[in-house]
Nanobody, 116 residues
Framework: QVRLVESGGGLVQPGESLTLSCVAS????????MQWYRQQPGKGRELIAY????????NYIDSVRGRFTISRDNAANTLYLQMNNIRPEDAAVYYCRAVRITETYWGQGTQVTVSS
């Protein structure tokens, strides 16, 4: 019954921007910290950004800090990832993850392809 549905992926050129969304249903969204992961071709899933339940604090890995912004709209049960100045290495499947101490849920992923 819990669903996390990512969208917004697609084909983008280096230097351009893209916004990903993750719409949650079937869970108390404002009680879950949220994360964005990505999985580059041939690699494992990598945590790239994290945001607290109220959206007041966020953390990023070095490779995306300053370029990507994680945010959430609890009234809309939606998580966002604003991706600016995209690089070729950003090509990946991007997943959202809802996290509590006792529960974790994953979305199905959305593909970002980077091509010059």
């Amino acid at each position: 019954q819990v669903r996390l549905v990512e969208s917004g992926g697609g084909l983008v050129q280096p230097g351009e921007s893209l916004t990903l969304s993750c719409v949650a249903s079937g869970l108390p969204f404002n009680r879950f910290a949220m994360q964005w992961y990505r999985q580059q071709p041939g690699k494992g899933r990598e945590l790239i950004a994290y945001i607290t339940t109220d959206g007041e604090d966020a953390n990023y890995i070095d490779s995306v800090r300053g370029r990507f912004t994680i945010s959430r709209d609890n009234a809309a049960n939606t998580l966002y990832l604003q991706m600016n100045n995209i690089r070729p290495e950003d090509a990946a499947v991007y997943y959202c993850r809802a996290v509590r101490i006792t529960e974790t849920y994953w979305g199905q992923g959305t593909q970002v392809t980077v091509s010059s």
